[in-house]
């Protein structure tokens, strides 16, 4: 009913700058929330940012001041600009959402994307 698809990973140097998107299709009515969340190899899930539908953020206290998230809610799409990354950003970045359906707009259920691979090295 949903689907989630992530764009934008790739290889980058050391210092360089990513714009991953997230776009959201389906039977959707609204997204509440929109959100990054990283998974370096070994490492568990880790939040990287997260935005609501009135433009709040909350950012990881590690990407902060490197990081930025962003909406189009008429596109149902969502971006993180990613910058001065290094090494330790090596990650599958996964975009997440908080959506109710057109078909039951009462319930709010997370959904998630497939993931990019997002590397950095020189």
């Known amino acids: 009913q949903v689907q989630l698809v992530e764009s934008g990973g790739g290889l980058v140097q050391p210092g360089g700058s990513l714009r991953l998107s ?3 299709s389906g039977n959707i009515f609204s997204i509440d929330l929109m959100g ?3 998974q370096a190899p070994g490492k568990q899930r880790e939040l990287v940012a997260t935005i609501i539908s ?3 953020t909350n950012y990881a206290d590690s ?7 962003s909406r189009d ?3 149902n799409t969502w971006f993180l600009q990613m910058n001065s ?4 950003d090596t ?3 996964y975009c997440n959402a908080d959506i109710r359906l057109v078909t039951d707009k009462g319930f709010l259920s997370r959904y998630w ?9 020189s």
């Open 22 to 24: 997230c776009a959201a």
């Open 36 to 38: 990054w969340y990283r």
């Open 54 to 56: 009135g433009g709040t």
């Open 63 to 69: 990407m902060k001041g490197r990081v930025a998230i």
């Open 73 to 75: 809610n008429a596109k």
């Open 85 to 88: 990354l290094s090494p330790e």
């Open 91 to 93: 990650a599958v970045y």
């Open 113 to 121: 994307g497939q993931g990019t691979q997002v590397t950095v090295s």
